[in-house]
């Protein structure tokens, strides 16, 4: 993977292939390098990536939020404020701010600019287990196994109204245009309240046996429950009625689940590490993964769609090509004798070639990595290596890589001028920094 080398922080952590520069040369030496976000101390119950696809944010049984780049994966922000396992996060968009639940009971407004709480609220008389925020951002929904429903102002951080529904409460969010609260309960049922006055307008029993997890469409027109009888199924709203059922794998429990921003596609993660990726309006599976250390706890999608964020049992977040089932990393393979001239070079590009070098081989002679070898890049075209499964961007596009093409792909990211591509976001806004790398690409790739 090509990209600039960013300033090691004191809480930067290599990842996805791409990281900090004393984690990156630790994988060059080694050999090992996930194209992973990794820098928890526990297992990751809630993933998500911002409105605009450059951040993501993260939560902890570790009791903090890890606020990440998208593009390289290095470590933003740690957030720092819960006294216990932090269950849920999420972005408020078109602020700088997010709001966190924890098994403490808080509920945390974060300044995600200064890295810092803005409001703290000791909201629940027991966990706090998820979070919504509203349409236009100026509201927030928690809820907890106290079974309180906490409407929240998001501008002052004050309680705007509290439901009681009775029952402990594992998922809550927005219908509509923000005036229908929802709250999935433990013991398996849907339930509606009107945001002006709290009264209760609908209650659907969801799953038999208790409902593990909800996620409502950023438009407010459905929602996703998954439960304990291994059911996954898709509701409409405001009037909660079911649109499909569908029993993706019988034997094994769901745990985790996500909505694409679309709607269109959702993922499934369960109890043995497998997740599936489904059309949301059939449950026709698109694709099977499987994770090295289940559980699932928690899922993402890109903002695009097209990458999967997976958090398992291995405490770090990996990242998924949905479209070619690929993991976006070269765990594992051993560095050996390959020649690593890049490292000895006082090139001004050849510091920041050792990002690409996590991913890339220099020859056709050498172990090949999680991205096509560089022998002959220039005038190659794009998608030709023998041998490589290149996604269908790069086996459709017709660009011959040279000097011009290699600088378009960092300047606009390679999302931009590949739609598709399975190589993960990367820009070079330097020109100073793309015209070393792009001069040093020339120098050390072997002419074919």
Same mark, same amino acid.
């Given at each position: 993977?090509?990209?600039?080398?960013?300033?090691?922080?004191?809480?930067?952590?290599?990842?996805?292939?791409?990281?900090?520069?004393?984690?990156?040369?630790?994988?060059?030496?080694?050999?090992?390098?996930?194209?992973?976000?990794?820098?928890?101390?526990?297992?990751?119950?809630?993933?998500?990536?911002?409105?605009?696809?450059?951040?993501?944010?993260?939560?902890?049984?570790?009791?903090?939020?890890?606020?990440?780049?998208?593009?390289?994966?290095?470590?933003?922000?740690?957030?720092?404020?819960?006294?216990?396992?932090?269950?849920?996060?999420?972005?408020?968009?078109?602020?700088?701010?997010?709001?966190?639940?924890?098994?403490?009971?808080?509920?945390?407004?974060?300044?995600?600019?200064?890295?810092?709480?803005?409001?703290?609220?000791?909201?629940?008389?027991?966990?706090?287990?998820?979070?919504?925020?509203?349409?236009?951002?100026?509201?927030?929904?928690?809820?907890?196994?106290?079974?309180? *429903?906490?409407?929240?102002?998001?501008?002052?951080?004050?309680?705007?109204?509290?439901?009681?529904?009775?029952?402990?409460?594992?998922?809550?969010?927005?219908?509509?245009?923000?005036?229908?609260?929802?709250?999935?309960?433990?013991?398996?049922?849907?339930?509606?309240?009107?945001?002006?006055?709290?009264?209760?307008?609908?209650?659907?029993?969801?799953?038999?046996?208790?409902?593990?997890?909800?996620?409502?469409?950023?438009?407010?027109?459905?929602?996703?429950?998954?439960?304990?009888?291994?059911?996954?199924?898709?509701?409409?709203?405001?009037?909660?009625?079911?649109?499909?059922?569908?029993?993706?794998?019988?034997?094994?429990?769901?745990?985790?689940?996500?909505?694409?921003?679309?709607?269109?596609?959702?993922?499934?993660?369960?109890?043995?590490?497998?997740?599936?990726?489904?059309?949301?309006?059939?449950?026709?599976?698109?694709?099977?993964?499987?994770?090295?250390?289940?559980?699932?706890?928690?899922?993402?999608?890109?903002?695009?769609?097209?990458?999967?964020?997976?958090?398992?049992?291995?405490?770090?977040?990996?990242?998924?090509?949905?479209?070619?089932?690929?993991?976006?990393?070269?765990?594992?393979?051993?560095?050996?004798?390959?020649?690593?001239?890049?490292?000895?070079?006082?090139?001004?590009?050849?510091?920041?070639?050792?990002?690409?070098?996590?991913?890339?081989? *220099?020859?056709?002679?050498?172990?090949?990595?999680?991205?096509?070898?560089?022998?002959?890049?220039?005038?190659?075209?794009?998608?030709?290596?023998?041998?490589?499964?290149?996604?269908?961007?790069?086996?459709?596009?017709?660009?011959?890589?040279?000097?011009?093409?290699?600088?378009?792909?960092?300047? *606009?990211?390679?999302?931009?001028?590949?739609?598709?591509?399975?190589?993960?976001?990367?820009?070079?806004?330097?020109?100073?920094? *793309?015209?070393?790398?792009?001069?040093?690409?020339?120098?050390?790739?072997?002419?074919?």
């Amino acid at each position: 993977m090509l990209g600039y080398w960013r300033r090691l922080t004191a809480r930067t952590t290599c990842s996805w292939c791409l990281g900090a520069l004393l984690a990156a040369l630790f994988a060059l030496q080694s050999g090992l390098c996930h194209a992973d976000m990794t820098g928890h101390g526990g297992v990751i119950r809630s993933v998500q990536v911002s409105p605009d696809g450059v951040h993501a944010l993260t939560a902890s049984f570790d009791h903090s939020l890890r606020l990440w780049r998208v593009d390289d994966q290095s470590t933003v922000k740690v957030l720092e404020g819960h006294d216990g396992p932090v269950n849920a996060a999420r972005f408020v968009p078109g602020k700088d701010m997010a709001v966190s639940a924890g098994a403490d009971g808080r509920v945390i407004f974060w300044n995600l600019k200064e890295g810092q709480p803005h409001f703290v609220r000791d909201a629940h008389a027991g966990r706090a287990m998820s979070v919504a925020i509203g349409p236009g951002g100026n509201a927030a929904l928690t809820g907890g196994w106290d079974g309180a *429903l906490l409407l929240w102002d998001i501008e002052t951080g004050s309680l705007i109204k509290r439901i009681d529904a009775k029952v402990p409460l594992v998922a809550v969010g927005f219908g509509g245009d923000g005036s229908t609260l929802i709250a999935a309960d433990r013991s398996g049922a849907l339930h509606l309240y009107r945001a002006a006055d709290g009264i209760q307008t609908a209650r659907r029993s969801a799953h038999e046996i208790g409902m593990t997890d909800m996620v409502a469409s950023e438009n407010g027109n459905h929602l996703l429950s998954i439960g304990l009888d291994n059911l996954a199924r898709v509701w409409s709203l405001p009037g909660l009625d079911p649109i499909v059922d569908f029993l993706p794998t019988p034997e094994v429990k769901p745990l985790s689940i996500a909505l694409s921003q679309d709607g269109k596609s959702m993922l499934v993660g369960y109890i043995d590490g497998s997740v599936l990726h489904l059309d949301s309006a059939t449950g026709k599976e698109l694709r099977a993964l499987n994770v090295e250390k289940p559980p699932v706890w928690s899922l993402g999608f890109s903002r695009d769609g097209a990458f999967a964020l997976i958090a398992d049992g291995s405490e770090r977040v990996g990242v998924w090509h949905l479209a070619t089932g690929d993991r976006i990393s070269i765990a594992g393979e051993a560095a050996g004798d390959r020649p690593m001239p890049w490292l000895e070079s006082d090139h001004p590009g050849a510091q920041l070639f050792r990002k690409c070098a996590n991913c890339h081989a *220099l020859t056709d002679q050498e172990p090949q990595r999680s991205g096509p070898h560089f022998a002959g890049l220039f005038g190659r075209a794009a998608g030709s290596v023998s041998g490589y499964r290149y996604s269908s961007a790069l086996q459709k596009t017709q660009i011959i890589w040279d000097q011009r093409s290699l600088r378009q792909l960092f300047e *606009l990211g390679p999302d931009k001028l590949l739609p598709g591509t399975k190589m993960p976001v990367q820009r070079v806004t330097n020109p100073i920094e *793309l015209d070393a790398l792009v001069a040093y690409l020339r120098i050390i790739t072997p002419p074919r």
